[in-house]
């Protein structure tokens, strides 16, 4: 498959830049949820926002369906041919993409990630059976989107934007919904799981469970918010994101 990164990514490359963050979104998100990021970060930092078909610039193209598909072609997309150290960041159904792109690198010997971050999701290996919100009405979908608080009400309450976005949330929780964990060799490399003190859909106290996916000890953050803390306490997730990768960028100076 013939890959072209700028489609995939939304980017600001810079003559500074000593560490890639690679941003997954959530389900039904795109690269514009990580836009703003790159200003509040440090310009060490190069904020690489992955743009899945069915959004943003790429609104026209048909979703993926197959989480397999997506890691695969991912693994080339993040291959940008040069050595400038990299890191992951899902969050949601995008830390569950990150993780498994983790392992697919892993398994392959390709370059991997400095550090994994996952936030605000469960554990792969302990994910229970999904709701099947796909195969939701619209109505019955677009009401389990509020539930999630992250969608702005007034996107939601716009039936043509909604018609234009619901086939892509379907197949984003698709992926979610028919996940299936397969055990192999633990990742070989740090990870951090940010999680909010009141998400109803991913308990805190359950987060711990990453632990079970590493080889390394892992680093477990707690922030004030529901399911989508990375908004209502950004500043708080960058500042202790950008605390781990400026160390990661100093250790390696």
Avoid at 4 to 10: F, K
Avoid at 103 to 126: D, I, K, N, T
Avoid at 147 to 152: M, T
Avoid at 162 to 180: G, K, N, S, W
Wanted: aromatic share 10%.
């Amino acid at each position: 498959m013939n890959i072209e990164p700028n489609r995939w990514l939304v980017r600001q490359p810079g003559a500074q830049r000593r560490m890639r963050l690679f941003c997954f979104s959530y389900a039904g998100g795109s690269a514009a949820s990580y836009y703003a990021w790159q200003a509040a970060l440090d310009p060490a930092i190069e904020v690489c926002a992955i743009q899945l078909p069915g959004r943003g610039a790429r609104l026209g193209e048909p979703p993926m369906r197959s989480l397999a598909l997506v890691v695969e072609t991912l693994a080339q997309v993040i291959d940008l041919g040069d050595e400038l150290p990299f890191a992951f960041f899902g969050h949601s159904l995008g830390g569950l993409l990150a993780f498994e792109l983790a392992r697919y690198c892993q398994r392959r010997g390709g370059p991997m990630p400095e550090r994994l971050f996952v936030s605000g999701s469960v554990a792969p290996r302990r994910r229970l059976l999904s709701r099947r919100l796909h195969e939701l009405g619209d109505a019955d979908l677009i009401a389990a989107l509020r539930q999630y608080n992250g969608a702005p009400a007034a996107a939601l309450d716009e039936p043509e934007l909604m018609a234009l976005m619901l086939p892509t949330v379907r197949a984003d929780f698709a992926l979610a919904a028919d996940y299936e964990y397969r055990s192999g060799p633990l990742l070989a490399l740090p990870v951090s799981v940010y999680g909010g003190d009141r998400d109803p859909h991913v308990a805190f106290e359950d987060l711990s469970n990453w632990q079970d996916e590493t080889t390394e000890t892992i680093r477990l953050h707690r922030f004030a918010g529901d399911h989508f803390f990375i908004q209502s306490a950004r500043d708080a997730v960058l500042a202790q994101m950008q605390a781990e990768l400026m160390q990661m960028i100093e250790a390696a100076a």
